[in-house]
């Protein structure tokens, strides 16, 4: 698709999502409420970044001339916007972010009235109508400030702890800064006091190390999550950090039965499936995206899903990915079981897996001595990945294996020959 990435629609701000291209998504939006016959109002949350209000402005020039009511909550996280459109049954949800990206950068994610993602089928329905002029008579329409609805979010939030573990949270300084002060009052927090251009900054967990340091001094458990708090990471008062893959094996032990299915992507570690196969659960490995994870386990009728960046669906409790919501889980469990994180994972043996970004100067081109290597690769039992990325404007390279030298060796060989083509 054109417009629309792994997650959304993202880059930016100004420059990429400038004021003719954020027309067109206004465009289409008007045109995709009138095409399904909806309820006219638009449920809208943002971030912390200061050009959503930029954004915003622009897509209720459109908006508001051609009948559709937009009502917003201000600051808050994906997930609670996504909450909030299913409990109220809005039509459609839009939230402004770019996750775990720099401040510079923005996007938009839209969730259905199930608080889902949205389908690839909506996304290229929704390209089709950008392309196409919007034909409707002019018919105003009102703008509502609704952040009070951000407190039902909160209190069932709050109504899921059931542990009083001391814990420090790590809020990225974004949407969820406001929500964690609020569902876990008794908690430190660090980098709860966004100014709209400080999220991300050294902080999430794109930027763990100094919560990992908090934690191995104070001796409490850490949770991190990032802009638009859909992912988290724990650390442990020892300071190991449990990332995606080791949070969903936790919950997989308590939340699933024999041969059910659990579903990765193409990056889960493969230590993690070989732990799950020993508890006779199944892992299916969808694309990267925590949409086609979800979509994955609609497929497979699968309860648990997500990805080692943190994206983790427990569709008993949620239809799109919750930091904080699986943070709680996960305290729950521990202090259910009166079990440390090491404790829970100690029959988990992961592979290693080892990653490099470029920002090419030229489209990248499959060489043949780059498919020769990652022909040597696969020999040694090495899994190699090399993709752009849908969130950011970088090649990705991966490269797992059991053994973390033979990785090493094929990433460099593979890192010289991306620079040098």
């Known amino acids: 698709m054109k417009y629309f ?3 959304g629609i993202r880059g930016l701000a100004v420059k990429d999502l400038n004021e003719k291209l954020l027309k067109k998504v206004a465009n289409a939006i008007v045109k995709t409420y009138n095409k399904n ?23 209720e020039s ?7 009511n937009v009502e917003t909550v201000d600051n808050c996280s994906s997930p609670c916007l996504a909450y909030l459109t299913q409990k109220f049954n809005y039509p459609l949800g839009l939230m402004l972010s770019a996750s775990h990206n720099p401040s510079e950068f923005n996007g938009l994610k839209f969730f259905n009235n199930l608080g889902e993602k949205v389908s690839d089928e909506f996304e290229e329905e929704f390209e089709n109508l950008m392309q196409k002029p919007l034909k409707t008579k002019l018919k105003f329409a009102t703008h509502k400030n609704k952040e009070h609805l951000k407190q039902y979010y909160i209190t069932h939030l709050k109504s899921l702890i059931k542990n009083k573990l001391p814990v420090i949270i790590d809020c990225s300084n974004g949407g969820a800064s406001e929500i964690c002060n609020a569902v876990f009052a008794n908690a430190i927090k660090i980098n709860n006091k966004p100014n709209g251009t ?13 919560l990992r340091s908090l934690c191995i001094k104070q001796k409490k458990l850490g949770i991190s999550v990032d802009g638009d708090a859909d992912r988290i990471h724990l650390v442990s008062p020892k300071g190991n950090i449990f990332s995606g893959d080791k ?56 309860s648990l899903g997500g990805e080692d960046s943190g994206h983790i669906i427990l569709k008993n409790r949620a239809n799109t990915g919750d930091g904080l919501l699986i943070a709680i889980m996960v305290c729950n469990i521990l202090e ?13 043996q992961e ?9 090419l100067a030229k489209q990248f081109v499959m060489t043949k001595e780059i498919e020769d290597t990652i022909q040597k690769a696969t020999q040694k039992d090495c899994k190699v990945i090399i993709r752009p990325s849908g969130t950011e404007p970088v090649l990705r390279l991966f490269v797992e294996n059991k053994n973390k030298e033979i ?12 620079k040098n083509q």
């Open 198 to 210: 400080n999220i991300n900054q050294n902080a999430g967990c794109t930027h763990i190390s100094f």
């Open 62 to 68: 459109v908006l508001l001339k051609h009948g559709i």
């Open 351 to 359: 592979h290693c897996q080892l990653r490099a970004n470029f920002k």
């Open 247 to 302: 949070i969903l094996y936790i919950l997989s032990k308590f939340f699933q039965k024999s041969n059910d299915v659990l579903v990765g992507t193409i990056y889960t570690n493969s230590g993690l499936e070989k732990s799950l196969n020993k508890n006779k659960i199944k892992l299916k490995r969808a694309q990267v995206g925590d949409k086609k994870v979800s979509a994955m386990m609609k497929e497979f009728s699968s």
């Open 37 to 59: 016959k909806w309820n006219k109002i638009l449920l809208v949350g943002n971030d912390t970044r200061l050009s959503s209000y930029y954004i915003l402005s622009v897509l």
């Open 5 to 7: 990435g792994t997650d």
């Open 336 to 348: 259910l079981t009166n079990s440390t994180l090491e404790e829970l994972t100690k029959d988990y």
């Open 407 to 418: 990785a090493q060796i094929f990433l460099k060989k593979l890192e010289n020959l991306i």
